[in-house]
C-alpha cells in the first residue's frame, strides 16, 4: 500500500503561480510513474502531467509551458510547478502514483485561479 500526502494549491490571481507537492509513503516510489491530474467542477477527471521512473516526462496541450512536474526520489516526492494561471486552471488537482496494475492517489487539493 502506497500513501500520497498532497500539500499546496489554494486560491492565486491570473498569471500567478502555485506548486503542489505530493509525497509518497514508500522507498519504492521511484520506480512508480507519478503523474498529476484535476477535476473540474461538472467535466471528467484529466491528466495534467505524468513523469516515469526514468524522468520521462509529458504533459496535457493546454498547460505544456506553463506546468512543469518534476521529481525527487531522495525525499518520494512529485512537484508540480504551475505558472501563469488561468481561471480555467481551476479545478481539484490529485496525484497518482502508477506501478504495473497498481495505482495510489492523493487525497486532492483545491486550486482556485480567480481575480
Known amino acids: 500500500q502506497v500513501q500520497l500526502v498532497q500539500s499546496g494549491g489554494g486560491l492565486v490571481q491570473p498569471g500567478g503561480s502555485l506548486r503542489l507537492s505530493c509525497a509518497a509513503s514508500?522507498?519504492?516510489?521511484?520506480?512508480?510513474?507519478m503523474g498529476w491530474y484535476r477535476q473540474a467542477p461538472g467535466k471528467q477527471r484529466e491528466l495534467v502531467a505524468d513523469?516515469?521512473?526514468?524522468?520521462?516526462?509529458n504533459y496535457a496541450d493546454s498547460v505544456r509551458g506553463r506546468f512543469t512536474i518534476s521529481r525527487d526520489n531522495a525525499k518520494n516526492t512529485v512537484y508540480l510547478q504551475m505558472n501563469s494561471l488561468k481561471p480555467e486552471d481551476t479545478a481539484v488537482y490529485y496525484c497518482?502514483?502508477?506501478?504495473?496494475?497498481?495505482?495510489?492517489w492523493g487525497q486532492g487539493t483545491q486550486v482556485t485561479v480567480s481575480s
Open positions: 497518482k502514483a502508477r506501478f504495473s496494475t497498481l495505482a495510489y
Open positions: 514508500r522507498s519504492i516510489f521511484s520506480r512508480y510513474t
Open positions: 513523469i516515469t521512473s526514468s524522468g520521462t516526462t
